[in-house]
């Protein structure tokens, strides 16, 4: 019997290897698509990145690569070698956060999933443009961001779920540089969290007629011993006319399961009149 539980370890932790190289690999070459597409234009001559879209992974339970666990399906990670690079303290933090993942993850409070996770929860997001601004709407409990491509000054003091975007064009990739963190999102499930101090800089380059490559650095020297990356693929959903609403506490409440604990901003975690969906 022991022969047998050994092997089966031995044989986790091999496809657990394989199964990080497989999707470094298709990292790799989704970044190499990017490079050498061509995209539609909008009527002003940017890139066009308008359309309905979703992940197709499993970003939203772990961003590494990780086997099971209960709520937690098997799934290929999506940050670049497969580090975190926490504090010791953060570390432990971290675990304690898995330990307690199915009450103290904010979406189990029906709380803004935040930036980056709104881009791969397993919901569909929708991008439209304008001239002067891109915005993202999902269909998880009426998320949208607002990220102006013109020159808007910041606001001091500023903090939120989403945070404070703004953004320019680099080529044919859409960067945009967000701040403005109130520090209580999670990136995952599985407890990898961040403060307030996290700045964000993403990445969106058409890669295909269907795919969108994804690339986003975090920093948060609060938390972090540097900057680390994530990487991904959005793809176009094609059967789909437009984004359907997920209205989280209607849902929770339909199905006896009154949500947990109090808002934050009824702790005093937000400023007084803070918009709470930016």
Same mark, same amino acid.
């Given at each position: 019997?022991?022969? @047998?539980?050994?092997?089966?370890?031995?044989?986790?932790?091999?496809?657990?290897?394989?199964?990080?190289?497989?999707?470094?690999?298709?990292?790799?070459?989704?970044?190499?698509?990017? /490079?050498?597409?061509?995209?539609?234009?909008?009527? *002003?001559?940017?890139?066009? #990145?308008?359309?309905? !879209?979703?992940?197709?992974?499993? /970003?939203?339970? *772990?961003?590494?690569?990780?086997?099971?666990?209960?709520?937690?399906?098997?799934?290929?990670? =999506?940050? &670049?070698?497969? &580090?975190?690079?926490?504090?010791?303290?953060?570390?432990?933090?971290?675990?304690?956060?898995?330990?307690?993942? #199915?009450?103290?993850?904010?979406?189990?409070?029906?709380?803004?999933?935040?930036?980056?996770?709104?881009?791969? #929860?397993?919901?569909? +997001?929708?991008?439209?443009?304008?001239? &002067?601004?891109?915005?993202?709407?999902? $269909?998880?409990?009426?998320? !949208?961001?607002?990220?102006?491509?013109?020159? =808007?000054?910041?606001? *001091?003091?500023? &903090?939120?779920?989403?945070?404070?975007?703004?953004?320019? !064009?680099?080529?044919?990739?859409?960067?945009?540089? $967000?701040?403005? +963190?109130?520090?209580?999102? !999670? +990136?995952?499930?599985?407890?990898?969290?961040?403060?307030? /101090?996290?700045?964000?800089?993403?990445?969106?380059?058409? $890669?295909? /007629?269907?795919? @969108?490559?994804?690339?986003?650095?975090?920093? *948060?020297?609060? =938390?972090?011993?540097?900057?680390?990356?994530?990487?991904?693929? +959005?793809? #176009?959903?094609?059967?789909?006319?437009? @984004?359907?609403?997920?209205?989280?506490?209607?849902?929770?409440?339909?199905?006896?399961?009154?949500?947990?604990?109090?808002?934050?901003?009824?702790?005093?975690?937000?400023?007084?009149?803070?918009?709470?969906?930016?």
């Amino acid at each position: 019997m022991k022969t @047998i539980v050994r092997a089966a370890a031995i044989a986790c932790a091999l496809a657990g290897t394989a199964s990080f190289a497989i999707g470094q690999t298709g990292n790799r070459t989704s970044t190499t698509a990017a /490079a050498n597409y061509t995209p539609p234009r909008t009527a *002003d001559g940017q890139p066009d #990145l308008q359309g309905i !879209w979703q992940v197709r992974n499993t /970003a939203n339970s *772990d961003i590494q690569a990780h086997g099971a666990a209960y709520r937690i399906p098997a799934g290929f990670g =999506v940050v &670049e070698g497969n &580090e975190i690079p926490y504090q010791p303290w953060a570390l432990a933090k971290k675990q304690e956060n898995f330990k307690n993942r #199915l009450t103290e993850d904010p979406l189990e409070k029906c709380y803004l999933a935040g930036t980056p996770r709104t881009m791969y #929860l397993p919901y569909p +997001f929708q991008i439209l443009q304008t001239p &002067e601004a891109v915005v993202i709407v999902s $269909s998880y409990v009426h998320t !949208w961001r607002w990220i102006p491509t013109v020159s =808007v000054p910041r606001y *001091d003091g500023y &903090e939120s779920w989403m945070g404070d975007p703004r953004g320019r !064009w680099e080529g044919n990739t859409l960067v945009v540089d $967000s701040v403005g +963190f109130n520090g209580q999102t !999670w +990136f995952d499930q599985s407890g990898n969290f961040h403060s307030d /101090a996290l700045k964000l800089t993403e990445r969106f380059t058409r $890669s295909a /007629a269907d795919s @969108i490559l994804y690339e986003v650095t975090v920093d *948060d020297p609060k =938390v972090f011993t540097r900057p680390w990356k994530m990487r991904m693929p +959005f793809y #176009l959903q094609r059967d789909m006319p437009r @984004i359907l609403e997920d209205e989280c506490y209607l849902d929770a409440e339909e199905a006896g399961k009154p949500i947990r604990g109090t808002h934050p901003e009824d702790r005093g975690g937000s400023p007084a009149g803070a918009p709470p969906n930016r």
